[in-house]
């Protein structure tokens, strides 16, 4: 409809005399022509003025009022029913209660021992924070020692668990370490060997690998160049005569280790300056240190995707190592650094997986 | 419509920001002078009706159809309502004075037709909605709603009639 239209059917308008395509026609012109509204505006009716009372002001928080009952109005999902036979319920409870107070009563007197000198962990962070310092002071590192020393004796902490953590998505680990069995307990525990091995390229490392594959020894673990098996004397020794790039003398491979009959427990670090591979050594000659790293890796977001003897490997974000760093370091905790180093770097982004040698 | 399907739905927030920017000043004026000027109820109606109808998420090209939801829902919570007269003489400035009165009559007239008058007449003549859609928010036939809705008109011209004369 035009502006001539509108004037033409403004009489049968103001009557309500017009069709209903027309009316509708009227008033879509009206709503987009300013100047027509105003001129039938102008007219005097009450058709005009109940128009004309439309006219209001809407609350300014008309539009958030909808989205907030909108969202309140949504239902929450429904939760799994729990069973209510009542009987069955009643006996859970009481075999929970038996359970309780036998677990309270055979562990009564070491519980009470570990809540008295159990104190909360402050991280170096925290302490850093609080005092805002660079580095903790003397006294403060021993406040800490001492809470070592505690956790170790509360948590009760085997230093030697080897049980694999969740995969975090790096190469998949293999069969974790298998415990020493019975009959090799002469010598008990296997020689735990930490060894590096600094390969030119890739071919020296397949080499490598197809050496310990063609001798029997199979990897426990393996993920970005650090490996972790079990092997007697004979094997190693085999494998350091086989591979020429190994008993290089530059390489510490040639320092097979204790000459023992057993088994010996290596992580080897495969060293190569275009690897992206991490890997720490840390002096971990504080007892219960151990879980302390842990849990510093936890609380700065990393997950441990396998712990294992001397060794760790974590994944976490390459700030995050940043600060794992500065906090051992806090500590006044050694630690010596190999392969990559590209997470220090400004703007470093993306998870890294770190590989850790306890050494002593 | 289930949990996860009303969850993806209010997700189409752009979509509904722009309904209520299409529909929010003619739904809650037709609420406001359905609840006697009312401006707390009103909004509360009307926020209350775009949640109730959201849950039919229009398809492209059913805006029309949203709205006629929309006025249903808000009519229908207007109802139980009792609406007194909570207007003031504020409004409209900018309009010379004589046609100010005229509005304030109009209104003053409007508030006092019964409930199903001032919808016809406020569905009619504020939102100018067809006589077909009107008849389908109130559920009547199309000859009825225009014969209603004619009537309403003739009533209201008699309350104005009457404030003017001074006896309502």
Known sequence: MTCNDIEENLKPFMEDLLGEEEYLAFHRHLEGCPKCRDHVGAFDSFAGHIWKLGDVEVPSDFGDTVFLKLRQSLPAPREPQPSTSKSVFIWAFIAVLIAATLYFAINYFKLRESLQEQKEIVLPQAILEENGKEQIDDEQAEVLYNQLKGIARTLGVSEEEAAPMKDSGAEKPLAPVAPVSSKTAAVVNPVQLHWHFRFPNRENKNSLLNTLTALGVKLDYRDKEFFIFTATKEQLTGMLNQNPRVSQENSPLRNLGPATKGKHHVSLYLENEETPAVHWHISAGLPGYRPLFKELVRKNGGTVTYKSGDEMIFSVLSLQAKDIKTQIAAMRIMLDEYGSKEYEKEGSTGLIIVSVYFSK | ?168
Not at chain 2, 43 to 58: L, N, R
Not at chain 2, 124 to 138: E, F, G, N, P, T
């Open chain 2, 1 to 168: 419509m289930s949990y996860d399907q009303r969850r993806s739905g209010i997700k189409d927030e752009k979509v509904l920001n722009l309904l209520i920017e299409c529909y929010q000043k003619k739904i809650f004026a037709l609420v406001l002078y359905l609840c006697g000027g009312d401006r707390d109820k009103a909004c509360d109606i009307a926020t209350s009706s775009f949640v109730d109808v959201w849950d039919w998420a229009p398809e492209a090209g059913e805006d029309n159809v949203f709205f006629i939801k929309l006025a249903t829902a808000a009519i229908k919570k207007s109802q139980d309502i009792k609406a007194g007269s909570s207007f003031d003489q504020s409004g409209f400035e900018g309009i010379l004075p004589e046609k100010r009165r005229s509005l304030f009559t109009t209104r003053q007239a409007l508030l006092l037709l019964s409930f199903d008058e001032k919808v016809l007449l406020l569905l009619r003549d504020q939102l100018h909605l067809s006589y077909k859609d009107i008849a389908v928010i109130l559920q009547k036939s199309q000859a009825a709603t225009r014969s209603e809705t004619v009537k309403a008109q003739v009533d209201l011209r008699k309350k104005v009639k009457k404030i003017l004369s001074g006896t309502e």
